[in-house]
Structure formats: C-alpha cells, structure tokens
C-alpha cells in the first residue's frame, strides 16, 4: 500500500513540488515567494488581498483627482498670523491645507472668497509692520544717510497704514521725494509725494476724499503742499488734481453736479412710483438744464432826498441904513457886538404908524442891502448793491417717464392725469420756467435673458469633470485590472481543485483495483474496501466475498439497513 500510495502521489497532475531554496541572489528570494503564494491558505487569500489594493487605489485616485483646485490665501505671513489664521478658518468650518515647501496657506477655490471676508472681519493678519517697528529695528552707530532714509521709510508706512484706515482703502503705498537739508544750498526744491492705493472691488473714492487724503499727507510732512501730493489707483487713473487744466476741472464738476442732481430727481421718482405701480412697471429719466455761468453786478445810486451840507466857508455883507455903507456884519468884532439902537415908530401916508423892529435899519434916504457869499458842499446819499447769482441753478428741467399698461386693458386718461400731476409736484414743476413733463403708457418689450456665458464655463462643470474624471479612474482600475484579475485567480483555483478531484479519482480507482484484487486472491474484506470501490461490479464482488468470509456480520449489515431504512420512511 505504501508503495502504491507514493507511486500514486507522483503521478498525480497538479501537484507542486518545492524545490529546493537556491543559495543566495534574487533567484531564491524569488522561488521562496511562489512557494508561499502557493501555500492552499496562502493562495485563497491572494484575490481578497488584490481586491483590497485596488480598492485603495481607487479611493486614493478619487481623492486626488475629486479635489477642487486650491489657491493660495496668504504668502509670507509670520507664524503667529498664521496660527491665529488657521484658528479663525478652523472655527469656521473652512478647510485649508498648508504648503510644506513653502508654509503658504491655501484654501479650495470656493471657499477663497468666502475665507478673505471672514478673515476681513476678524481684522487677521494683523502683522503689517509700521513705522515704529522700522524706528525700532535702526542698528546702533548707522550713519546719517542711513538714519535718514530709516526715518522717511517709517514715515512712509504710517501713512501707509493711516491712509489703509479708510473703507474703500485695501492697501497703500506712499512716497516721500523729500531733499536732505545742507547748509551748502540756498535753493531748495520743495518735497512732493506720491500716493499708489489698491481700492476695495466695486469702491471708488469721491472727490472729497481724495482732497482730504492729499491734504492729510501733507499736513504730515513740513513745506509740503497738497497740491504736490499725487494718488494713483491699481488701475493708473490719476485721482488727484493738480490744477493743471481749470477748463477741465470746471467741466468735470459740473457734469457731477448735474448728475447728482439728476440722480436726487429720479430717486424722488423711485420712492413716489414704486409703491403705486409696482417695480419695473414704469422707467423714468430726468434731464436737468443747469446754469453754471457766475454772474456778479455791482449797483450804485444817489437817493435824492438824502442830502447833507458836508462843508461851508463864506459871509454876508451890507450897505446902506443907519450904518452905514461902511457897516459889515457877519464879521466877530467890536461893532457886531453892539446892542441894537431904540424901536422907533414912523408915521404911515395913511395916518397909521409902524413900529421899527429892533436891528432892522431906520427909513432913511439910502435903502438898506445885504450881499452873502457862500461855499456849500452836500453829501449825497450813496447805496452801493452787489448781486451774484448762485451757480448750479435749474434753468429748465425735462422728466420723461414711461408707464408699462396691464396685462388686460389700458390706462384711463384720468389715471394718466393724476399720475402727471404727482409727477410734477414731485419734481417742482414751474411752467414759467419751461419745465416739460412727458407721460406715456405702452406695452413693454420682453426682455431677453442676459447671457450667462457658455455652458461649459458653469462652476459645476468643472466640479462635475473633476468626479466624473475621478470615477472613471476608480472603474479603470476596478473592471479593467481587479475583474479581470480575480477571474484569472477563479479560473486557477478551479483548475486546481479539478485537478486534485481527477488526482484522488485516480487514486481511488487505483486503490479500489488493489483492493480488489487483494480480496480475490482471499484477503479479508471490510466496509471501508466496499464503500471505497470505483463501480457496481467491483463492489458487488467484495460484497460476495464479505459475505462468504462472515456471514454473522453481513446478516447483522443487513438488518442495520433495513431498521435504517424504515425510520427514513416513518420519518
């Protein structure tokens, strides 16, 4: 049997044999690997092993290629910012990763803008440096120039970060061109500065605005003019005026002027309309005709019933009478100063007498005259009046409004008329002025849908590509390596067990013969050489012959079977 047994093993197909580890190199290494590939234990685990590779691998390709693209938040921040930044990012739910290379944040693109904002509101980062850190950090025993520069340089970032406090403000830069003092000269230039602003997106900064920067940089520097003070924006429009064209200024204030007033009348409009008809039921446009032109009249009148004596010189003089001609009045002197003579009474022709005033000359046979001599000057009334009409005054205004109709029926001629008449309370309507108001009612045009852009330029395409690009990597490698893999695996485990059931089947076909045999020729037979023989015949032999060798135990065989057999059929 054990020669029949071994013989049997080796002619069995299927079966590895192990050959001998080689001494050394990659040989070895190699033949030590398949003999323990080959273990049965080994070898069934082998697909699950695969197919849990591939399974991380596609994972790991759907987590690199799924990813959005990163942009990066800040670059060059100091430590302490940047922990404090990480912090405010974590607490907000927003992912970011940091750089190993270079230590730059960096945050998935569709959460950039939304982490800047809320960066923005928590005032990070706050490591901007400014002038007393430069002042701080100036090395002991630097030479003047050096000094000097130092100093302008911090100057130039408290300016800087001053001139950041404004709203529409994100970043500044200032410079200062500023002469070092020297005995040695007696001209010097004057200092000039210039202003580069990064501005906040979709800010602008007002005229005011710029005039009270340019006025705060030069209030911070000695002899500097504001007009020397030049601010630029990101874009290079120059926002600062120099006075280099009056012509040009004047032209751009008035067009403000008109617009803001324009502005201020369609607004007005807005608020009246909006409650009655509804929003984008109606469409409104004022034009306003401003008169700009100064206008200055002086006035100067003389009322003729406000006179004065300013000045006066002369005298008077008289001839004839009691005085005689030699006798002057009017003069100070020894004889204006006499008391007048006696009144004396005359007889009249008519019998009635006339008393002589007192002074007045006595009838005589010369009549008395008196001469004056006068210089007068009078101070007329004077009113000088200066009027200078106000510039920016409307001189005619035109409103034009449109009105949209229901969708059933038109408006009433009533209803238009109340709405004009609201209109032209609105906007200070003045007929003498020439003030126009046009009303009118029609259907509206639909309007077309803005163009949104192409379809492929969407934010979801490109997320959607990313997935889909990731998935298909992950099938890939699932059906396209791992499937066919695991079949290739199937099919050679399946060889392998056909292969060892035909190698037992042979055998036992082989056993089953010797068995056999070694019974014709008289050898005892048991169950386990019945239950073991290949057809019908060959154990129908060793049945016989069981039963010819012990007939007590084949009878007890068969009344086992039979008790067997009727409890399967009770059952």
Same mark, same amino acid.
Not at 64 to 89: I, N
Not at 269 to 285: I, Q, W
């Given at each position: @049997?054990?020669?029949?047994?071994?013989?049997?093993?080796?002619?069995?197909?299927?079966?590895?044999?192990?050959?001998?580890?080689?001494?050394?190199?990659?040989?070895?290494?190699?033949?030590?690997?398949?003999?323990?590939?080959? &273990?049965?234990?080994?070898?069934?685990?082998?697909?699950?092993?695969?197919?849990?590779?591939?399974?991380?691998?596609?994972?790991?390709?759907?987590?690199?290629?799924?990813?959005?693209?990163?942009?990066?938040?800040?670059?060059?921040?100091?430590?302490?910012?940047?922990?404090?930044?990480? /912090?405010?990012?974590?607490? #907000?739910?927003?992912?970011?990763?940091?750089?190993?290379?270079?230590?730059?944040?960096?945050?998935?693109?569709?959460?950039?803008?939304?982490?800047?904002?809320?960066?923005?509101?928590?005032?990070?980062?706050?490591?901007?440096?400014?002038?007393?850190?430069? =002042?701080?950090?100036?090395?002991?025993?630097?030479?003047?120039?050096?000094?000097? /520069?130092?100093?302008?340089?911090?100057?130039? @970032?408290?300016?800087?970060?001053? =001139?950041?406090? =404004?709203?529409?403000?994100?970043?500044?830069?200032?410079?200062?061109? @500023?002469?070092?003092?020297?005995? !040695?000269?007696?001209?010097?230039?004057?200092?000039?500065?210039?202003?580069?602003?990064?501005?906040?997106?979709?800010?602008?900064?007002?005229?005011?605005?710029?005039?009270?920067?340019?006025?705060?940089?030069?209030?911070?520097?000695?002899?500097?003019?504001?007009?020397?003070?030049?601010?630029?924006? &990101?874009?290079? &429009?120059?926002?600062?005026?120099?006075?280099?064209?009056?012509?040009?200024?004047?032209?751009?204030?008035?067009?403000? =002027?008109?617009?803001?007033? /324009?502005?201020?009348? &369609?607004?007005?409009?807005?608020?009246?309309?909006?409650?009655?008809?509804?929003?984008?039921?109606?469409?409104?446009?004022?034009?306003?005709?401003?008169?700009?032109?100064?206008?200055? #009249?002086?006035?100067?009148?003389?009322?003729?019933?406000?006179?004065?004596?300013?000045?006066?010189?002369?005298?008077?003089?008289?001839?004839?009478?009691?005085?005689?001609?030699?006798?002057?009045?009017?003069?100070?002197?020894?004889?204006?100063?006499?008391?007048?003579?006696?009144?004396?009474?005359?007889?009249?022709?008519?019998?009635?007498?006339?008393?002589?005033?007192?002074?007045?000359?006595?009838?005589?046979? /010369?009549?008395?005259?008196?001469?004056?001599?006068?210089?007068?000057?009078?101070?007329?009334?004077?009113?000088?009046?200066?009027?200078?009409?106000?510039?920016?005054?409307?001189?005619?205004?035109?409103?034009?409004?449109?009105?949209?109709?229901?969708?059933?029926?038109?408006?009433?001629?009533?209803?238009?008329?109340?709405?004009?008449?609201?209109?032209?309370?609105?906007?200070?309507?003045?007929?003498?002025?020439?003030?126009?108001?046009?009303?009118?009612?029609?259907? !509206?045009?639909?309007?077309?849908?803005?163009?949104?852009?192409?379809?492929?330029?969407?934010?979801?395409?490109?997320?959607?590509?990313?997935?889909?690009?990731?998935?298909?990597?992950?099938?890939?490698?699932? !059906?396209?390596?791992?499937?066919?893999?695991?079949?290739?695996?199937?099919? #050679?485990?399946?060889?392998?067990?056909?292969?060892?059931?035909?190698?037992?089947?042979?055998?036992?076909?082989? @056993?089953?013969?010797?068995?056999?045999?070694?019974?014709?020729?008289?050898?005892?037979?048991?169950?386990?050489?019945?239950?073991?023989?290949?057809?019908?015949? #060959?154990?129908?032999?060793?049945?016989?012959?069981?039963?010819?060798?012990?007939?007590?135990?084949?009878?007890?065989?068969?009344?086992?079977?039979?008790?067997?057999?009727?409890?399967?059929?009770?059952?």
């Amino acid at each position: @049997m054990a020669d029949l047994i071994a013989t049997a093993d080796a002619a069995a197909p299927g079966r590895a044999l192990i050959p001998s580890p080689a001494s050394g190199g990659a040989g070895a290494i190699l033949s030590r690997v398949r003999a323990f590939t080959a &273990q049965p234990a080994v070898a069934k685990s082998l697909p699950m092993v695969g197919l849990i590779a591939l399974l991380g691998v596609a994972a790991l390709a759907w987590f690199l290629f799924s990813q959005p693209p990163q942009r990066d938040l800040f670059r060059g921040l100091a430590d302490a910012d940047k922990a404090a930044v990480a /912090e405010s990012l974590t607490g #907000a739910g927003i992912k970011y990763t940091i750089d190993r290379a270079t230590g730059t944040l960096t945050v998935a693109d569709d959460d950039f803008y939304r982490a800047k904002m809320m960066l923005a509101q928590a005032g990070l980062p706050k490591s901007a440096p400014d002038g007393d850190a430069m =002042i701080s950090s100036l090395p002991l025993g630097a030479s003047r120039a050096v000094e000097g /520069e130092r100093l302008r340089g911090a100057r130039e @970032m408290d300016l800087a970060r001053t =001139i950041e406090q =404004i709203d529409a403000v994100q970043k500044a830069r200032v410079h200062l061109a @500023m002469e070092q003092p020297s005995v !040695f000269l007696r001209d010097r230039s004057q200092p000039a500065a210039s202003v580069m602003l990064t501005l906040m997106g979709g800010r602008s900064l007002s005229d005011a605005q710029v005039a009270a920067m340019q006025h705060l940089v030069a209030s911070s520097v000695p002899g500097l003019a504001p007009d020397a003070v030049s601010i630029v924006d &990101q874009t290079g &429009q120059l926002l600062s005026r120099d006075g280099g064209d009056p012509a040009s200024d004047a032209s751009e204030r008035q067009i403000a =002027i008109q617009a803001k007033m /324009e502005a201020r009348y &369609q607004e007005g409009l807005r608020k009246l309309l909006t409650p009655l008809l509804g929003e984008g039921n109606f469409t409104a446009e004022v034009h306003a005709d401003l008169d700009f032109a100064e206008v200055q #009249a002086t006035r100067e009148s003389y009322p003729k019933d406000a006179t004065a004596v300013r000045a006066e010189t002369g005298g008077w003089t008289k001839t004839g009478g009691p005085d005689g001609p030699g006798a002057v009045g009017g003069i100070p002197g020894a004889l204006s100063n006499q008391a007048p003579p006696a009144a004396q009474v005359a007889a009249a022709p008519n019998g009635t007498t006339t008393p002589t005033a007192p002074g007045a000359p006595a009838a005589t046979g /010369e009549a008395a005259k008196t001469t004056e001599q006068y210089n007068r000057t009078f101070e007329l009334g004077r009113e000088v009046s200066v009027t200078k009409n106000p510039v920016g005054t409307v001189r005619r205004l035109s409103v034009a409004v449109a009105l949209k109709d229901p969708a059933k029926g038109k408006r009433t001629p009533a209803e238009l008329a109340q709405l004009e008449a609201l209109i032209k309370g609105a906007v200070g309507f003045d007929q003498q002025r020439g003030d126009v108001v046009a009303l009118s009612a029609r259907k !509206f045009a639909d309007v077309a849908p803005e163009d949104a852009g192409k379809w492929w330029d969407k934010p979801w395409v490109g997320l959607l590509a990313r997935n889909l690009s990731a998935l298909l990597i992950a099938a890939l490698l699932v !059906f396209g390596i791992g499937r066919p893999l695991l079949k290739r695996r199937a099919a #050679a485990a399946t060889a392998r067990v056909e292969a060892a059931a035909e190698a037992r089947a042979a055998i036992g076909k082989d @056993m089953a013969s010797a068995i056999t045999d070694q019974a014709r020729e008289g050898g005892a037979v048991t169950l386990e050489m019945i239950e073991a023989a290949p057809g019908y015949t #060959a154990r129908a032999e060793l049945i016989r012959n069981f039963v010819r060798q012990d007939p007590a135990r084949a009878a007890l065989v068969v009344r086992d079977l039979i008790r067997a057999d009727a409890r399967q059929g009770d059952a």
